[in-house]
């Protein structure tokens, strides 16, 4: 037979290298779009950052670094410093790190972690100091479409200026919002949900000063605008809104005092409370103990805080109200169960009463409570 070497089949190396080909192509690709999409997004940020400046929110990094590649851009700001020159009074807030995350194929979900410690403080004024195990936060949406926020925190320590100043302290604390879907912006309603573990808050009284677990969900009804403004301009406009707040359901537990609460509040013209919940107590005896143990010496253990009306005893008999002091919490409780219903809360027996709020003035049942601050 005779072998011809024109006729012989020819090795095809192109149909080799062609994958190695695809390969490094598209890893160019997307190595250039990597870099693309870090460059857009420091731009947004700077754009972000000029932006909240003109309108007196300073934001600067003594340092800002972009990275992730290839599969993830990560944003870290340190030196975190923050000037609210809208705020009355101006409030300068410090922080050592904050770091982002975005998927290069989910931009629109952010996840950040913070570093501590955090300090906030007024011009001429001891600064506020805030710290942390663990701090995270993530967003999903857009400033135009928002969809939800959350932050969890483990450890929280809130401090004031003097050493030993606390202010507030949780084991574990969460927030969530999420925007009910179809709602935004025509008829906005955000799902909002709190959770505290171990919390403390020693300055707001005696009963905040032992750890309580917290569990609250409600719904935001009439914020349009999800804007950076002050808080008071903030609370303003949603008033105008016909803004509220519907407690679906809170739940608060201390000990042997278990109490949850519903009810709808909203704001007056003036900024003040307006509204009605209806309030469930177990251990009420306990709970008024505790509210009153911390009175001043000479009044009859606080009365005049948990129910005004036992004072009519000291006015039509002088030196009444001192004798039967010792069984205040008692009357209190006798009083309570009065005016409310009894309830059986998670198996244990309560009373159920109702709190109204009529333009700032705090009632319970037919006690007049006093009058609470207007919000603006």
């Given amino acids: 037979m005779t072998y011809?070497?024109?006729?012989?089949?020819?090795?095809?190396?192109?149909?080799?290298?062609?994958?190695?080909?695809?390969?490094?192509?598209?890893?160019?690709?997307?190595?250039?779009?990597?870099y693309y999409a870090a460059g857009q997004a420091e731009a947004?940020?700077?754009?972000?950052?000029?932006?909240?400046?003109?309108?007196?929110?300073?934001?600067?990094?003594?340092?800002?670094?972009?990275g992730g590649f290839p599969f993830r851009i990560e944003v870290r700001c340190g030196d975190v410093a923050v000037e609210l020159k809208d705020t009355q009074?101006?409030?300068?807030?410090?922080?050592?790190?904050?770091?982002?995350?975005?998927?290069?194929?989910?931009?629109?979900?952010?996840?950040?972690?913070f570093a501590g410690p955090l300090t906030a403080a007024e011009p001429g004024q001891p600064p506020v100091t805030a710290t942390w195990t663990l701090a995270q936060a993530s967003v999903r949406g857009t400033p135009s479409a928002p969809e939800r926020a959350s932050i969890a925190i483990d450890d929280l320590k809130l401090d004031g200026s003097a050493p030993g100043n606390a202010m507030f302290d949780a084991k574990h604390a969460e927030f969530h919002a999420r925007?009910?879907?179809?709602?935004?912006?025509?008829?906005?309603?955000?799902?909002?949900?709190l959770k505290l573990n171990g919390?403390?808050?020693?300055?707001?009284?005696?009963?905040?000063?032992?750890?309580?677990?917290?569990?609250?969900?409600?719904?935001?009804?009439?914020?349009?605008?999800?804007?950076?403004?002050?808080?008071?301009?903030?609370?303003?406009?949603?008033?105008?809104?016909?803004?509220?707040v519907e407690i679906q359901n809170a739940r608060v537990a201390q000990g042997e005092i278990l109490g949850n609460a519903n009810g709808t509040l909203a704001l007056t013209q003036r900024g003040r409370l307006d509204g009605a919940l209806r309030v469930n107590v177990a251990g009420i005896e306990k709970l008024l103990a505790t509210i009153t143990g911390g009175e001043r010496k000479g009044a009859p253990l606080g009365l005049d805080r948990v129910a005004p009306a036992l004072n009519?005893?000291?006015?039509?008999?002088?030196?009444?109200?001192?004798?039967?002091?010792?069984?205040?919490?008692?009357?209190?409780?006798?009083?309570?169960?009065?005016?409310?219903?009894?309830?059986?809360?998670?198996?244990?027996?309560?009373?159920?009463?109702?709190?109204?709020?009529?333009?700032?003035?705090?009632?319970?049942?037919?006690?007049?409570?006093?009058?609470?601050?207007?919000?603006?």
């Fill in 4 to 34: 011809h070497a024109e006729t012989a089949p020819r090795r095809r190396h192109w149909l080799i290298a062609t994958p190695l080909i695809v390969v490094l192509v598209l890893a160019a690709a997307w190595s250039a779009f990597w």
């Fill in 44 to 66: 947004r940020i700077n754009d972000w950052q000029a932006q909240q400046a003109k309108a007196g929110r300073v934001f600067s990094c003594g340092s800002q670094k972009v």
């Fill in 89 to 113: 009074p101006p409030l300068a807030i410090k922080l050592k790190e904050i770091h982002v995350v975005a998927q290069v194929w989910d931009p629109k979900m952010l996840i950040a972690e």
């Fill in 199 to 244: 919390a403390t808050a020693p300055a707001l009284g005696a009963y905040t000063r032992e750890p309580l677990d917290a569990d609250i969900l409600a719904v935001l009804h009439g914020m349009k605008d999800l804007r950076p403004k002050p808080l008071p301009v903030r609370l303003r406009e949603w008033q105008a809104a016909g803004g509220r």
């Fill in 179 to 193: 925007i009910q879907y179809g709602s935004w912006p025509r008829n906005p309603a955000i799902d909002l949900a």
């Fill in 312 to 376: 009519a005893i000291d006015r039509a008999v002088p030196g009444l109200g001192a004798r039967v002091a010792p069984q205040a919490q008692n009357l209190a409780a006798g009083l309570l169960g009065l005016l409310g219903q009894p309830v059986e809360i998670e198996g244990k027996r309560g009373v159920s009463v109702p709190v109204k709020f009529t333009d700032g003035a705090a009632s319970l049942g037919p006690i007049p409570l006093g009058q609470v601050p207007p919000a603006f």
